[in-house]
């Protein structure tokens, strides 16, 4: 039997060859990679590319010619590998995490990047010249029930929504024009139409060296409600209240140093009240004008946490020298606070203060009001898809009772929102407000909690239900108790 003839001493290099050409092509090609991916340059190939380790492997193969079939399926395996081994390489070098690419677990955008677009634009509005508007319109159905001292009321309205805002889209300065609209109109019951409605306008004027103005006026409509603390008991319909505003500031940086003064005019004036038996009251003796002059200072002692001081004097006048109980209104108000105020982000932002308000009356039966203040509103999200936004407000509130000067009034809200799906938001709200009286035997304390929940149909139109309950507690329990469903469209 004869013996196969002996390999060559190439024959048997061979494979080993075709395996040291394969790695040495992709290490090249992993260095390319590497090198590009630090240039930032994309798109551009590799010293080493595919035709050129190609005709490496085809000059490899050459110097070394197999002399067996097995030989020859050896090295078409080889060079299957190199090739497979270049074109992770090449695919390595054309994304973004090259560095990633042999890596299981890879990384992935942050959740706020992907669930929301990076310009923040929602994608509504309507673009006028160089602003864009954004109309919000609601139409809904709503039972609301009341027990006012014993005398029950029950009735169904038709709600009427309008709300929008008219933003400028310039390169400097902003005007922003926001209006809130309902109407509330009788379908069946006791009760009447209630209306209510505000616009405002803003203008922020950038100027030089770090100084800029803000421009604001404004217009609000509401119809007091039988639980305000002047309003008429035995009323059918009571008091619309009418507020006309407008102001002025001016505000600079200095480095470190934030500081701002500025001017506010109110009017208030008050319609025609009517009782239970068809006649009407005037309150035109509560109609008044007020002015207030106040001026802050902060410094930033991070960009998160800016403590500040704040001071406000003001003047208000009555449109009758004495009101309809002989009593003279007018009188000066001054204020002082200081506080702290945080921006750390979505997640949270803010300022609160504590500080002193004292209003005087130019009739000398009236006492002084003065109380300590706290003032201050917080936005929370502890989560993505949850908000908690909380409220400080104390107020000096004048009177319309003969010989009370007024009560000061320390108000809590609260609203926490969370998204139960992406087109499922839950909404719950509460509040409390307690109303301390200078010269009346008993104060007043008034809680408010609700429910609501807001379906998005499609981007431009939501279905929406809100329970909500009333109470306030004086010498009289009144209660209400509201419910409504309703359609939201927006664009």
Same mark, same amino acid.
């Given at each position: 039997?004869?013996?196969?003839?002996?390999?060559?001493?190439?024959?048997?290099?061979?494979?080993?060859?075709?395996?040291?050409?394969? =790695?040495?092509?992709?290490?090249?090609?992993?260095?390319?990679?590497?090198?590009?991916?630090?240039?930032?340059?994309?798109?551009?190939?590799?010293?080493?590319?595919?035709?050129?380790?190609?005709?490496?492997?085809?000059?490899?193969?050459?110097?070394?010619?197999?002399?067996?079939?097995?030989?020859?399926?050896?090295?078409?395996?080889?060079?299957?590998?190199?090739?497979?081994?270049?074109?992770?390489?090449?695919?390595?070098?054309?994304?973004?995490?090259?560095?990633?690419?042999?890596?299981?677990?890879?990384?992935?955008?942050?959740?706020?990047?992907?669930?929301?677009?990076?310009?923040?634009?929602?994608?509504?509005?309507?673009?006028?010249?160089?602003?864009?508007?954004?109309?919000?319109?609601?139409?809904?159905?709503?039972?609301?029930?009341?027990?006012?001292?014993?005398?029950?009321?029950?009735?169904?309205?038709?709600?009427?929504?309008?709300?929008?805002?008219?933003?400028?889209?310039?390169?400097?300065?902003?005007?922003?024009?926001?209006?809130?609209?309902?109407?509330?109109?009788?379908?069946?019951?006791?009760?009447?139409?209630?209306?209510?409605?505000? =616009?405002?306008?803003?203008?922020? !004027?950038? !100027?030089?060296?770090?100084?800029?103005?803000?421009?604001?006026?404004?217009?609000?409509?509401?119809?007091?409600?039988?639980?305000?603390?002047?309003?008429?008991?035995?009323?059918?319909?009571?008091?619309?209240?009418?507020?006309?505003?407008?102001?002025?500031?001016?505000?600079?940086?200095?480095?470190?140093?934030?500081?701002?003064?500025?001017?506010?005019?109110?009017?208030?004036?008050?319609?025609?009240?009517?009782?239970?038996?068809?006649?009407?009251?005037?309150?035109? +003796?509560?109609?008044?004008?007020? =002015?207030?002059?106040?001026?802050?200072?902060?410094?930033?002692?991070?960009?998160?946490?800016?403590?500040?001081?704040?001071?406000?004097?003001?003047?208000?006048?009555? +449109?009758?020298?004495? +009101?309809?109980?002989?009593?003279?209104?007018?009188?000066?108000?001054?204020?002082?606070?200081?506080?702290?105020?945080?921006?750390?982000?979505?997640?949270?932002?803010?300022?609160?203060?504590?500080?002193?308000?004292?209003?005087?009356?130019?009739?000398?039966?009236?006492?002084?009001?003065?109380?300590?203040?706290?003032?201050?509103?917080?936005?929370?999200?502890?989560?993505?898809?949850?908000?908690?936004?909380?409220?400080?407000?104390?107020?000096i509130e004048p009177s319309t009772t003969a010989g009370v000067s007024g009560d000061v009034a320390y108000a809590l809200t609260a609203l926490v929102?969370?998204?139960?799906?992406?087109?499922?938001?839950?909404?719950?709200?509460?509040?409390?407000?307690?109303?301390?009286?200078?010269?009346?035997?008993?104060?007043?304390?008034?809680?408010?909690?609700?429910?609501?929940?807001?379906?998005?149909?499609?981007?431009?139109?939501?279905?929406?239900?809100? =329970?909500?309950?009333?109470?306030?507690?004086?010498?009289?329990?009144?209660?209400?108790?509201?419910?409504?469903?309703?359609?939201? !469209?927006?664009?």
């Open positions: 039997m004869s013996l196969p003839a002996p390999r060559s001493k190439a024959s048997q290099r061979s494979p080993r060859l075709a395996w040291m050409a394969a =790695v040495g092509v992709v290490t090249l090609g992993t260095v390319s990679a590497l090198a590009q991916q630090a240039t930032g340059v994309l798109g551009l190939r590799g010293a080493v590319t595919t035709d050129e380790a190609s005709a490496g492997t085809d000059a490899q193969s050459t110097a070394a010619t197999p002399s067996t079939a097995s030989d020859a399926a050896t090295s078409a395996a080889a060079k299957r590998e190199i090739q497979d081994a270049l074109d992770a390489a090449s695919f390595r070098r054309i994304t973004d995490d090259s560095l990633d690419a042999g890596r299981q677990n890879l990384r992935q955008s942050p959740l706020d990047e992907r669930r929301q677009p990076r310009t923040g634009d929602d994608g509504l509005g309507i673009r006028i010249g160089s602003m864009v508007l954004k109309p919000e319109v609601s139409q809904g159905v709503s039972i609301e029930r009341e027990n006012n001292a014993g005398d029950r009321k029950n009735t169904t309205y038709w709600d009427n929504g309008l709300k929008g805002t008219l933003t400028s889209d310039w390169s400097r300065h902003e005007l922003k024009i926001t209006g809130d609209g309902s109407w509330r109109r009788k379908i069946a019951g006791d009760g009447d139409d209630d209306p209510a409605g505000r =616009v405002d306008a803003a203008l922020r !004027l950038d !100027l030089a060296d770090d100084f800029a103005a803000r421009l604001t006026a404004g217009y609000g409509f509401s119809r007091e409600n039988t639980t305000d603390p002047n309003a008429i008991r035995d009323a059918t319909v009571q008091s619309g209240v009418n507020q006309f505003s407008t102001g002025a500031l001016i505000e600079r940086d200095a480095g470190k140093l934030r500081g701002s003064v500025g001017i506010t005019f109110d009017r208030y004036t008050y319609t025609d009240a009517t009782l239970s038996d068809g006649s009407r009251l005037s309150n035109s +003796d509560r109609n008044r004008n007020s =002015v207030t002059l106040a001026s802050r200072i902060g410094y930033e002692i991070s960009p998160a946490l800016t403590p500040f001081l704040e001071a406000s004097v003001g003047k208000t006048r009555y +449109d009758d020298a004495r +009101d309809s109980a002989g009593y003279a209104r007018s009188g000066n108000l001054y204020g002082a606070k200081a506080g702290i105020a945080s921006d750390l982000g979505e997640k949270l932002k803010g300022e609160l203060a504590l500080g002193y308000e004292r209003a005087s009356f130019d009739d000398s039966r009236l006492d002084d009001l003065g109380a300590m203040t706290i003032d201050g509103t917080v936005s929370w999200s502890p989560r993505r898809g949850t908000n908690v936004d909380l409220g400080l407000k104390t107020s929102t969370h998204e139960l799906r992406n087109n499922l938001v839950a909404r719950l709200s509460g509040g409390t407000t307690w109303r301390n009286y200078r010269g009346a035997s008993e104060d007043s304390t008034y809680y408010t909690a609700g429910f609501g929940l807001t379906y998005a149909i499609n981007r431009t139109v939501d279905l929406t239900a809100d =329970v909500a309950y009333e109470l306030s507690s004086s010498s009289t329990d009144d209660k209400t108790l509201r419910a409504g469903i309703g359609l939201k !469209l927006k664009h």
